[in-house]
């Protein structure tokens, strides 16, 4: 048996408990009926917000599995001599209709690798020059092999 399960046998039981008091005349100022019907009121909050996250949870995994389905599509367009326009098509469309196509005036949008790295979902932290980092040493984040040799080389003179 589940959590939820037993989350659901628990409130059945508590019914049934609180129906039996109710029947025989206690009210709800008994302390007892009343900690009773907190404990359901509880419950079914527990579960109403298991259920939404459950929900949440289906949904998020729907729109991955398109997502790599419609890249996967794009690969093999691309792969059967369709060219690399072709196969774009996949992904625009993907993007468009989940209203995720990028907008000019957003940060790094002239710049696909610096985009990628300021937005994908636990990005590194920011470069010494201000630029997303798509490298990470020792907690530092840097945007090229350069910035990254730079922070070496200041933590290795900080240790000497």
């Not at 201000?130 to 240790?159: D, F, T, V, Y």
Request: aromatic share 4%; glycine share 8%.
């Amino acid at each position: 048996m589940n959590e939820i399960e037993k989350m659901r046998s628990e409130l059945e039981r508590l019914q049934q408990r609180i129906d039996d008091r109710q029947a025989t005349g206690i009210s709800e100022n008994d302390p007892v009926l009343a900690r009773m019907i907190g404990r359901k009121v509880e419950l079914e909050r527990a579960m109403s917000m298991i259920e939404r996250l459950r929900e949440g949870m289906q949904r998020d995994g729907e729109i991955m599995n398109n997502m790599i389905a419609a890249n996967q599509a794009a690969w093999i367009q691309w792969q059967r001599g369709q060219g690399a326009e072709a196969a774009m098509v996949w992904v625009h469309n993907g993007l468009d209709g989940l209203g995720l196509i990028p907008d000019e005036s957003e940060a790094w949008s002239d710049d696909p690798q610096a985009y990628y790295d300021a937005n994908k979902a636990a990005p590194f932290p920011v470069c010494h020059c201000g630029r997303p980092s798509n490298q990470l040493w020792m907690g530092h984040g840097a945007c090229c092999h350069e910035h990254m040799k730079e922070i070496q080389q200041k933590e290795q003179a900080n240790e000497a």
